[in-house]
């Protein structure tokens, strides 16, 4: 728990979210802003800055994590093509420093993202 971390507060549930899904490691709820019809992000409980600061230990954790994106998006309807983005750093377009997965879908996604 980083105490100045907006994500940890959501995870402490002192800042309101509309929850997807939580277990014992992570956390998956709609993003604010959404890019898509369905945008969603998961995250670990744990706080972890940015990509650069997982470790070997964090393995299991950054698996969960894919596997809950690709579930919940199926859930959500998502099962025909969807999105995972995780940005590193202001470089990458992080705005949040706890590392999230955005989860996009529903609309036709394009490449590059620009
Ligand atoms: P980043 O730019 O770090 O990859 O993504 C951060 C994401 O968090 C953005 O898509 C932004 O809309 C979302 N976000 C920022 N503040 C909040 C918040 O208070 N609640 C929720 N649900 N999403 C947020
Ligand atoms: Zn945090």
Redesign the pocket.
């Known amino acids: 728990m980083s105490v100045d971390c907006?994500f940890c507060k959501?995870v402490a549930g002192d800042?309101p979210?509309r929850k997807l899904y939580e277990d014992d490691h992570v956390i998956a709820?709609?993003?604010?802003?959404p890019q898509a019809p369905v945008h969603f992000?998961v995250i670990p409980k744990k706080h972890i800055a940015t990509l650069n600061d997982l470790t070997e230990d964090d393995k299991a954790l950054t698996g969960h994590i894919v596997h809950t994106a690709q579930r919940l998006a199926k859930e959500q309807g998502c099962e025909e093509g969807f999105r995972v983005v995780m940005?590193c750093n202001e470089l990458g377009?992080?705005?949040?420093y706890h590392i999230?997965m955005?989860v996009l879908g529903q609309r036709q996604l394009h490449w590059p993202p620009g």
């Open positions: 907006l959501i800042i979210a709820f709609h993003d604010i802003a992000l940005n377009g992080q705005t949040v999230h955005h």
